[in-house]
């Protein structure tokens, strides 16, 4: 096989989101797994729409999930430089000339409100889609020259080859065909100089050699327009894979009013999920491994992965099962690790310089199997911080005959030197005096003190709440 080389090339006109980081995972995962090059490549010709820092985000959030480029306009190759589309514009320039030449492009002067004019008349007459009238092509040298005298702005067109027939086997779907008879003549530059996506990509992907693409399916109606050009230039075609939907829980394709699911990878950073779990996930996002495992290392992702097993159907982007896989790979993390890492989140919400550190540290790792995403310990840890609202399920537990029992037993044998194991003996000592075992003598104690029907190790809770507020919440309840 031919050396290959797989690019992601996002425009600048938004922050990376989910639909485009699978995209470019996929890409970074056959390039690897045939050990080729991984092209970060900026298509940043949409001047009016580019926003500050959607090329910055990207970079960051890529690097971020652990998909690194290998050529990049940070990490030039001087053989295929330079990596973004507006500093290539010479280069676009050059084949625009040779199109012209040949015969297969021509300036096209009809103005807009020309063109808007002429595709209203073709929906009226009842065209199931509009298309270019070529009036330009057939323009006499005295009107352009009139034309250029009066500075009349133009854009370049490619005249599309007549009863052609365009055909290629997508990786993903088989094999998709085309007929010329239905594209019209398409817009290679504008008219303010600057070329148009299918012409500029073309350009770009021959000249940096790529051999595969990976995109979305909303890309699929490019392709003939592209492989008019390559073989326009008797270029070689890359294989082109088109992706499927990424769609939510109700099966609706995801968007940017979508509220059931965040769009962005920062949002999920910023709630604490792993770049390695989003790395595995989003990596099953329309491909399956062989076998029924779900957890991947990046190394075993790409070692597996295989473009035959990509899935023809929408994917769904199940938060459930996000959430799940960010869990298990917490779970794997050191306690070194896992206090390192969740510190922030619950310092976010909760003034954790006020608490010595080894009460804090304790409480940390106390919820450290429960957390299943960073910023989740915030509420999780709360009832530390702030008085807990008894809900109905504590209120009712409070009513039980036996939790009155539970409690002043408890508050009885309640250790003024203050440690686990002494609160384990105390423990012992209630339930051997009142009899009770399971849930009336667990959960009974535990709103009684905690105020809180579930939670962590129970003796750890008591002992993190302390003895001032566990004692006093006893003899209020007990007393009242």
Not at 73 to 80: T, V
Not at 131 to 150: F, G, M, S
Not at 339 to 345: G, N, Q
Request: charged share 30%; proline share 4%; with cysteine.
């Amino acid at each position: 096989m031919e050396r290959v080389r797989v690019r992601y090339a996002p425009s600048p006109t938004g922050f990376l989101h989910i639909g485009n980081a699978r995209t470019a995972l996929f890409d970074y995962l056959i390039a690897k797994h045939y050990g080729g090059d991984f092209v970060l490549r900026i298509e940043d010709t949409d001047v009016e729409r580019n926003v500050e820092g959607g090329e910055a985000s990207q970079t960051y959030f890529l690097n971020w999930l652990g998909i690194e480029a290998d050529e990049s306009p940070d990490k030039p190759n001087p053989k295929y430089a330079p990596y973004r589309q507006m500093e290539r514009l010479d280069i676009y320039r050059e084949y625009t000339e040779k199109l012209l030449e040949s015969g297969h492009a021509y300036k096209c002067y009809c103005t807009s409100e020309e063109l808007e004019e002429d595709y209203n008349r073709q929906k009226e007459a009842g065209y199931a889609s509009t298309r270019y009238n070529q009036k330009c092509l057939h323009l006499d040298a005295a009107t352009k020259a009139a034309y250029e005298a009066e500075g009349r702005q133009h854009s370049i067109r490619l005249h599309v080859p007549e009863d052609q027939t365009y055909t290629f086997d997508d990786m993903v779907r088989g094999e998709i065909t085309f007929e010329s008879k239905d594209i019209g003549d398409w817009v290679i530059v504008k008219s303010n100089g600057i070329p148009t996506y299918n012409f500029a990509v073309v350009i770009d992907d021959h000249l940096m050699e790529i051999s595969h693409v990976f995109r979305g399916e909303e890309h699929i109606s490019n392709t003939p327009k592209q492989m008019m050009i390559f073989e326009m230039f008797n270029w070689e075609i890359p294989r082109y894979g088109h992706m499927t939907l990424i769609v939510n829980e109700s099966g609706k394709k995801l968007s940017k009013r979508d509220n059931s699911v965040m769009q962005f990878i920062s949002q999920y950073k910023d709630q604490g999920y792993l770049p390695e779990a989003m790395f595995n996930f989003m990596a099953l996002l329309g491909w399956s491994p062989k076998g029924e495992k779900e957890l991947f290392t990046k190394e075993e992702l790409i070692a597996e992965f295989d473009e035959s097993r990509l899935s023809k159907a929408p994917s769904m982007f199940d938060v459930t099962k996000l959430t799940w896989m960010n869990h298990q790979y917490l779970k794997e993390k050191s306690d070194a690790e896992w206090l390192e890492f969740v510190r922030p989140y619950a310092a976010a919400s909760h003034d954790l310089a006020s608490k010595d550190e080894a009460w804090v540290e304790k409480l940390l790792l106390l919820y450290k199997d429960q957390t299943q995403y960073g910023s989740e310990i915030g509420s999780l840890i709360d009832s530390f911080f702030n008085e807990p609202v008894i809900t109905e399920a504590e209120e009712e537990v409070l009513a039980w005959e036996t939790t009155k029992t539970v409690a002043a037993s408890f508050l009885k044998n309640l250790p003024e030197a203050w440690s686990v194991e002494a609160l384990k003996e105390a423990f012992n000592a209630t339930k051997k005096e009142t009899e009770l075992k399971g849930k009336p003598l667990f959960m009974g104690l535990r709103v009684s003190a905690t105020h809180q029907s579930h939670g962590p190790d129970l003796m750890s809770a008591l002992y993190l709440t302390g003895y001032d507020v566990v004692k006093k919440r006893l003899e209020t309840y007990v007393n009242a």
